[in-house]
């Protein structure tokens, strides 16, 4: 039962890892578009 946990412990924190980076690359990618439309209104 030993490796088994340990295997489901190792499962959780790679999802807990990759929602944590696709969380960080949407809020980046989120504040670039903020950016370009900020610039682009400014340059009207």
Known sequence: TGKMNDGLNTMKVRRYEWSVLIQAAWNC??????VVLLNEQAGQ
């Open 29 to 34: 990618g989120a504040l670039e578009v903020e």
